[in-house]
């Protein structure tokens, strides 16, 4: 069993920037993914960014440039550092975490199994 904490979320303007934690029990595994995820009201969930227990990461099209994905094993937390905030990345956001996740599917929620339960992240135009 995989434990997720986020936290992080709040409100802020356009242009502005907020850094997502989540304290997750995987990082002692040798091999794990790890995956941003967010949902906005009568949106599908769609992943944000991803990284690997290699360091390997890949980002949505649309945050390329904006956010940046990193862990601290030694701390046991994921990060999402997000800047130059947007109204449209207004939404639920949550981590997740697999053992291995496959190449082309790192973006994909159903290949996660556990979650945490969101932070909420406004951005207001």
């Known amino acids: 069993q995989v434990r997720l904490v986020e936290s992080g979320g709040g409100s802020v303007q356009a242009g502005g920037s907020l850094r997502l934690s989540c304290a997750a029990s995987i990082f002692h595994y040798s091999s794990y993914c790890l995956g941003w995820f967010r949902q906005a009201p009568g949106k599908e969930r769609e992943g944000v960014a991803a990284?690997?227990?290699?360091?390997?990461?890949r980002y949505l099209d649309t945050v390329k440039g904006r956010f940046t994905i990193s862990q601290d094993s030694a701390k046991d937390t994921l990060y999402l550092q997000m800047d130059s905030l947007k109204p449209e990345d207004s939404a639920m956001y949550y981590c997740?975490?697999?053992?291995?996740?496959?190449?082309?599917?790192?973006?994909?929620?159903?290949?996660?199994?556990?979650w945490g339960q969101g932070t909420l992240v406004t951005v207001s135009s």
């Open positions: 997740a975490a697999q053992y291995y996740c496959r190449d082309d599917y790192r973006l994909q929620s159903n290949e996660y199994t556990w």
């Open positions: 990284i690997d227990s290699d360091g390997t990461t």
